[in-house]
């Protein structure tokens, strides 16, 4: 079940990550909202699709326990793109938090998504660095789950289209939608996790 629930986020990664790296190449594939993004912020735009693309992609192999163990080295070297990745994609978000639709609810809550997720992630790098490592993984679960939010967007998106809701009203309410279910989803998993009784040999 744990395997299954890997490859479906994996999957869901790859396409998403793979769409926002076709729209950095050819801006036109995407909606009107997207277009209008790229002619007004063009640089920021590039950086937040590519970065998040590489954080998506990257990301989905670091959480992957059995990878991290048998895979060492690659494990470290992915998770330098990672982080690269989340700091340009986390960056250029913050700044075209305030060029989104929505009005003031949906700028701060991508704004706080940018800075939740770039500052999740510098927390796991304070912790691995101390040797912390239990607490260097519990980060990176917090900071792929504001990762995965461009997963989750992507689904809200058309699911409010079809449930007839007006566009500015349902993309305001996505605009936290799309992260903080996420991360209150692992925090539920990390603290169920530290909860387990530790197994004694007998």
Do not use: D
């Amino acid at each position: 079940m744990k395997q299954t629930g890997w490859v479906l986020m994996t999957v869901l990664a790859i396409g998403v990550a793979g769409y926002a790296i076709a729209l950095t190449l050819v801006p036109s594939l995407g909606p009107g909202l997207i277009q209008e993004l790229f002619e007004r912020t063009p640089l920021a735009a590039f950086a937040h699709f590519i970065g998040g693309g590489l954080a998506l992609l990257a990301g989905a192999f670091q959480v992957n326990s059995r990878l991290r163990e048998r895979y060492t080295r690659a494990h470290r070297w992915s998770g330098r793109v990672y982080v690269a990745g989340v700091l340009a994609g986390g960056t250029a978000g913050f700044v075209l938090a305030f060029n989104s639709m929505g009005g003031l609810s949906a700028h701060v809550g991508f704004g706080l998504l940018a800075l939740c997720w770039v500052g999740t992630t510098l927390n796991a790098i304070r912790h691995i660095r101390s040797g912390r490592i239990e607490a260097h993984r519990a980060w990176m679960l917090r900071s792929y789950a504001l990762t995965f939010a461009a997963v989750t967007l992507r689904f809200y998106i058309p699911l409010s289209q079809i449930a007839g809701l007006p566009f500015i009203e349902a993309y305001t309410a996505i605009a936290w939608l799309c992260w903080v279910p996420n991360l209150l989803v692992v925090e539920w998993l990390i603290l169920s996790r530290a909860t387990q009784p530790v197994q004694t040999a007998t």
